[in-house]
C-alpha cells in the first residue's frame, strides 16, 4: 500500500512568492495534519483537517492556509514567504484524530 | 499549551547496549504519547506508542513507560544495532476533545549514534 505522499519533494522560492504543497493520505485515513520542522527541531504543528473540516490550528501567522478536498488530500499554502519559512513540511494521515498518524517525507522548502 | 521537554540532545553506545532517552511533559490532561524514529532524507516514523491509561509497553527491543503522577515518559531500546542510529522524538497530546485535539507536540529530538 502506498503511504502518505507528498509533492513536490523540494522547492526554492523567492522571498514575497506564494508556495502551495500538496498531500495524499493513506487509502481509507480521513484526517490530515500538517507540520513545519525546522533543521534541528521537532515539527511543529500548523493544521488538522477531518471529514474537510479545519479541527485545529498552531500558532502560525495567517500567511498560512489550508484545505482538504473530498478525496481527503490536502494542500498548504503560504503567502509572501519569508527567508524564515524555509523549512521541512511534513505531512501525516490518520483514520481519524487523536493516534497512529504516519508522516510523509516531507517538502523541502528552500526561501531565497 | 503543552511543553515537551526531551533529554539527552545526543546519545552515543556500542552495539549491544541499552540506550534511554527521556521526556517530560506539561498538560496532565495529555493521553497519548508516541515516539517517531527520523532517519535523514525521511519523514517521522512511527515506532511505539503508550496511552495514559497504560504504564508500560513493549515491542521486541523497544519499550515504552509513562509515570503519570510525574508527567515523564521514557523510551528504553534494548541490544542496539548500528540501524538503530537515527533522531528519536517524542511527542504529546491530548485526546480528550478541546482546541488542541490531536495535536501532537514534539519534544526537540535525541540524535542517537550506536557504534559498531
Known amino acids: 500500500d502506498a503511504g502518505v505522499t507528498q509533492s513536490p519533494t523540494h522547492l526554492i522560492k523567492t522571498r514575497g512568492q506564494q508556495v502551495t504543497l500538496r498531500c495524499s493520505p493513506i487509502?481509507?485515513?480521513?484526517?490530515v495534519s500538517w507540520y513545519q520542522q525546522v533543521l534541528g527541531q521537532g515539527p511543529q504543528f500548523i493544521f488538522q483537517?477531518?471529514?474537510?473540516?479545519?479541527?485545529g490550528r498552531g500558532n502560525f501567522p495567517d500567511r498560512f492556509s489550508a484545505r482538504q478536498f473530498p478525496n481527503y488530500s490536502s494542500e498548504l499554502n503560504v503567502n509572501a514567504l519569508l527567508l524564515g519559512d524555509s523549512a521541512l513540511y511534513l505531512c501525516?494521515?490518520?483514520?481519524?484524530?487523536?493516534?497512529?498518524?504516519?508522516f510523509g517525507s516531507g517538502t523541502r522548502l528552500t526561501v531565497v | 499549551g503543552e511543553n515537551v521537554e526531551q533529554h539527552p540532545s545526543t546519545l552515543s553506545v556500542q552495539e549491544g547496549d541499552s540506550a534511554v532517552i527521556k521526556c517530560t511533559y506539561s498538560?496532565?490532561?495529555?493521553?497519548?504519547f508516541p515516539w517517531y524514529k527520523q532517519e535523514l532524507g525521511k519523514g517521522p516514523q512511527l515506532i511505539i506508542d503508550?496511552?495514559?491509561?497504560?504504564g508500560e509497553k513493549k515491542d521486541q527491543r523497544i519499550a515504552v513507560t509513562l509515570n503519570k503522577t510525574a508527567k515523564h515518559f521514557s523510551l528504553h531500546i534494548t541490544e542496539t544495532q548500528p540501524e538503530d542510529s537515527a533522531v528519536y522524538f517524542c511527542?504529546?497530546?491530548?485526546?480528550?476533545?478541546?482546541?488542541?485535539?490531536?495535536?501532537?507536540?514534539f519534544g526537540q529530538g535525541t540524535i542517537l549514534t550506536v557504534h559498531p
Open positions: 503508550i496511552r495514559s491509561n497504560v
Open positions: 483537517y477531518y471529514e474537510k473540516e479545519e479541527r
Open positions: 511527542a504529546a497530546s491530548n485526546n480528550a476533545g478541546g482546541t488542541s485535539y490531536g495535536k501532537l507536540t
Open positions: 501525516a494521515s490518520s483514520v481519524r484524530p487523536g493516534y497512529g498518524y504516519t
Open positions: 487509502s481509507g485515513h480521513k484526517s
Open positions: 498538560d496532565s490532561a495529555s493521553n497519548y
